[in-house]
DNA sequence: GCAAAAGTGTTGTCCTTACACCCATGC
DNA sequence: GCATGGGTGTAAGGACAACACTTTTGC
């Protein structure tokens, strides 16, 4: 129901003050919750914290905090990201609003939920408040509040975006082996992929850089390292199409 | 800045009275705007109204309202649509969230946008308030607020879903020729497309029906016309690749 | 009969897939 | 020397792109 204050002006039908009418809106709490990737031992990965929340006390949590007055979204997800786990300078980008009217036992609460992918080893956690820890995304089937369904929805996403970009990049080292390539490929989208079918692809993108360095402390013989040409692919971005598997 | 009440018990450390913690978040002014597609004389419209708000009174506005407290906010978008236009039982999909804090000159208010497909023969407009009327998406350089920015994001979101899905059927007539669809993928993904890789392609996916029924009062000869088999596709919608051109 | 668009097949090219052997290293 | 995974090539099949002529209708 708006309030008089935003009625339009009597005369000309229009409305005038702007800072009545936004008043005269309901407003609503509005969270952003981080679904942050990263990739170790072949596996898929998710950092979460202990819920601080009494019903919640058992389960894991996605790093979320309120928005603040002044900031975007997209801001409020970096600021949550760099105050729980010290990071900066990761990519994030926003997959989905979550509305449910009782996704929050406490009221209405709306989020906005982010991704990012990161490289666990480059990031140490230098914070480990409330348990933030990595998880086995694979492993969890009970989440606080609904984020296992924004874990889900997140996922999905993942699983969509590194077949049409490649995203998957960030969740490795600077340098890499193709091997481990395949590995994330083969964990994120859960499929197996043919070794040689998949080198063909990456080079033909021509987006690898071979080092000259070699793996180390491998017992067998090592793979050479690759590192990705990030400048190469944002210049060929339009006409990228795609990875198809 | 959390308020005293939803400072976490002293002995557990774990916060209880969920509805005091929601008190204590910072609120703010969220709306939903609709941006609704259709085609007509091959050409991408989309329904707008004039903005009854005095800045904006030169401009265009997409169909948007804010959030009641009891409703998720694809509820709103459909709330929107039907109040504004009409219209009941249409595609629905969530976009994107637009949060930029300047996006609004009253305030602080974040809208998600939300997208819809239909054909316009089939719903007539029954209300026109606010000079409610279909506009060349590609015509369009200036509107209220943000609103263009959200119509670009939506384009692009169309775009592409087009692609990986047949949505494009929704904008057509229940029965329509191959040229309609063609000119319809033409015009949305402003590219030309050759006539028989065309026929060729839609044929394999083996999800037309073809009515029997042939063109009327068209001067050359009559194209047959086709159905889109909803049911099918929803069966095969696991197995489903996309489309590429 | 002519204008306008519908309808139809083939061929070459490229991309994808499936598949097997030798090579370099650590132990 | 053997176990382990790295590195490579080829052939067949399928998808895509390019292309021209005949058919049907209205006028």
Not at 78 to 90: I, P, W
């Amino acid at each position: 129901m708006q309030k008089a204050a935003a009625i339009p002006n009597s005369s000309t039908g229009l409305i005038k003050d702007m800072d009545l009418l936004v008043e005269s809106y309901p407003k609503v709490a509005l969270t952003v919750d981080c679904v942050i990737f990263g990739f170790e031992d072949n596996k898929l990965k998710v950092l979460l914290i202990r819920s601080d929340i009494d019903m919640y006390k058992d389960e894991w949590s996605l790093l979320g905090d309120f928005a603040k007055e002044s900031e975007s979204l997209e801001e409020a997800a970096y600021r949550v990201l760099r105050q729980r786990t010290g990071m900066q300078n990761v990519y994030l980008d926003q997959v989905h609003t979550f509305s449910n009217p009782n996704r929050h036992p406490g009221g209405r609460v709306i989020t906005v939920a982010y991704c990012s992918l990161l490289n666990i080893r480059h990031h140490q956690l230098q914070i480990t408040d409330n348990e933030l820890h990595w998880h086995n995304v694979n492993d969890l089937d009970s989440m606080a509040f609904d984020h296992l369904e924004i874990l889900t929805k997140c996922y999905s996403w993942l699983q969509k975006r590194i077949q049409e970009h490649p995203l998957g990049f960030n969740l490795l080292p600077e340098k890499f082996s193709l091997r481990e390539l395949q590995n994330l490929y083969e964990a994120i989208l859960n499929v197996e992929l043919d070794r040689r079918n998949f080198r063909k692809k990456f080079f033909s993108m021509d987006f690898l850089i071979d080092t000259g360095e070699l793996e180390e402390d491998v017992k067998h013989r090592p793979g050479k390292l690759y590192q990705f040409n990030f400048e190469k692919y944002e210049k060929n971005k339009r006409k990228w199409v795609g990875i198809d598997f």
